[in-house]
Nanobody
Framework: QVQLVESGGGLVQPGGSLRLSCAAS????????MGWYRQAPGKQRELVAR???????NYTDSVKGRFTISRDNAKKAVYLQMNSLKPEDTAVYYC?????????WGQGTQVTVSS
């Protein structure tokens, strides 16, 4: 079984930055494509960014140039550096495999961008 624990969220002003962390269990973490997802109030959960086992990345258009996903396989961790944050980035952020493993969704971490 895999466990995923997100951290690093908080309240930040527009234009500010946050770095989210995801700590994963499992001895084969390094083979999976991992993603960061978010769900805003009244919206469907969406994939924000993904990173393959080899380090190839993809981003949804709304965050390109502002967010950077990275991973450290030795630490079994995936990160999301978020810069130039906008109010529309406000959401609960989750990490999971991509495609996601249904039983691995955790509590997520709240990101609120507001002045």
């Amino acid at each position: 079984q895999v466990q995923l624990v997100e951290s690093g969220g908080g309240l930040v002003q527009p234009g500010g930055s946050l770095r989210l962390s995801c700590a994963a269990s499992g001895s084969i973490f390094s083979i999976y494509t991992m993603g960061w997802y978010r769900q805003a109030p009244g919206k469907q959960r969406e994939l924000v960014a993904r990173i393959t086992s080899g380090g190839s990345t993809n981003y949804t258009d709304s965050v390109k140039g502002r967010f950077t996903i990275s991973r450290d396989n030795a630490k079994k961790a995936v990160y999301l550096q978020m810069n130039s944050l906008k109010p529309e980035d406000t959401a609960v952020y989750y990490c999971n495999r991509h495609p996601p493993r249904v039983t691995s969704w955790g509590q997520g971490t709240q990101v609120t961008v507001s002045s």
